[in-house]
């Protein structure tokens, strides 16, 4: 299965030259932790083979958590998969998985959801992406990334809290935010499809929108597991921990660093801005990164390396404007990407290598949508197929 997927959808793309400022809970019902513990073994031990097979560690996984551990680290890590299936890190292979009919029906018999489940949950998000073209550029998927993204970048490894694991961003504390301005949205776009499967866990749903939208969109191959457990209001991390896009290389360092990424991770991580735009009533700027900002690219890296930027002139905060059309904008934390030396060899390489930078964002990505969520043991890691393709 190819993890290089570029899948175009059918969006209205607007007029990016022109002038253009678009707008941008409860707790999950579900089986006591106890009660979903004895199932989850129940169901296991019914569907055990005679003889499982070996899965040898990936070799080119990086040191993230193991299966059942914290997944803190800036590596995707090597994860037990069972149910007749395994899959490693996002490097060498990737062996999808495809339970048997005999161990699927045992889980479903336990109440426990299976891949094709889950799988019925992405394809429900994609048709809507394809059915609701009415936001920004014809796409929530921008925003969907978005969520994804700052839901699970909360995180701290120093004090062990944040992520996408206890579902926070339901909560008008969180999703208040000023970094999480304009998020709403893609909660809004989201409500009909937690309607349609109330069993799903609020960080489960935020996280596979993401994933979603970067495959939907063109992107790569996510590797993605399920089990976030929605918590109280109390669980949510303290504001200040995304990214401040005014600022230049030493702060995007103690944010990332603290989250537990190195500089190359950072750089792929940035290469998001591919998608989607600003917008002044969120966040005070203006415009989207790219001519194609629903097309998931390393378009992002070419134009920060390819093209002149200067200093708008305007009523707004300092952001950068190309000199060629005066159409694209790029903020101060992007354009310091390459004012920094370490920084912009990462930028130049994503720049001339798409494969890489497809390959590379996969592997960061998955791992920041894991930051801090506390796995079952023998979680099984899933790739889903892309629907739009």
């Known amino acids: 299965m190819s993890s290089l997927r570029l899948a175009k959808l059918p969006f209205k793309r607007g007029l990016l030259n022109a002038s253009r400022v678009a707008g941008g809970s409860g707790a999950r019902l579900g089986v006591s932790a106890r009660h979903f513990s004895r199932t989850v073994g129940?169901?296991?031990?019914?569907?055990?083979?005679?003889?499982?097979?070996?899965?040898?560690?990936?070799?080119?996984?990086?040191?993230?958590?193991?299966?059942?551990?914290?997944?803190g680290g800036s590596g995707f890590g090597t994860f037990a998969v069972v149910l007749g299936a395994a899959a490693a890190g996002y490097y060498g292979y990737t062996q999808f998985y495809a339970g048997s009919d005999s161990t699927d029906a045992a889980a479903k018999d336990a109440g426990i959801k299976t891949f094709d489940d889950y799988k019925k949950v992405y394809e429900a998000i994609a048709k809507k992406l394809v059915d609701d073209d009415d936001y920004d550029d014809g796409s929530y998927g921008p925003v969907l990334v978005r969520l994804a993204w700052h839901a699970s970048g909360s995180y701290s490894k120093v004090s062990a809290d944040g992520g996408s694991g206890a579902g926070t961003m339901r909560f008008a504390k969180e999703i208040g935010y000023g970094a999480n301005a304009g998020l709403d949205n893609g909660r809004k776009f989201l409500k009909s499809i937690h309607?349609?499967?109330?069993?799903?866990?609020?960080?489960?749903?935020?996280?596979?929108?993401?994933?979603?939208?970067i495959q939907e969109l063109g992107g790569p191959t996510i590797p993605w597991r399920a089990g976030r457990v929605d918590q109280a209001e109390s669980a949510t991390a303290p504001d200040g921990r995304l990214p401040d896009a005014s600022q230049e290389s030493d702060h995007i360092r103690t944010i990332f660093y603290r989250m537990g990424f190195n500089d190359q991770e950072i750089v792929a991580l940035i290469g998001a801005h591919a998608l989607g735009r600003c917008h002044t009533q969120n966040s005070g700027y203006d415009g989207p990164w790219t001519f194609s900002p629903t097309t998931f690219t390393n378009d992002f890296f070419k134009l920060l390396i390819d093209e002149k930027w200067h200093i708008r002139k305007w009523d707004g905060p300092k952001q950068y404007e190309d000199d060629k059309t005066k159409s694209l904008m790029m903020l101060p934390a992007d354009y310091a990407l390459v004012k920094d030396k370490e920084f912009k060899k990462w930028v130049v390489k994503y720049a001339n290598d798409s494969d890489l930078f497809f390959k590379d964002f996969a592997k960061a990505f998955s791992t920041l949508l894991e930051l801090g969520v506390k796995f079952k043991a023998d979680t099984p890691v899933w790739e889903f197929p892309t629907v739009n393709a």
């Open 42 to 71: 129940r169901a296991q031990e019914a569907a055990k083979p005679k003889a499982e097979p070996k899965v040898e560690p990936n070799a080119g996984a990086g040191a993230g958590a193991g299966a059942g551990g914290s997944s």
């Open 195 to 213: 309607d349609e499967f109330p069993w799903l866990s609020h960080g489960d749903l935020y996280t596979l929108g993401g994933v979603v939208a």
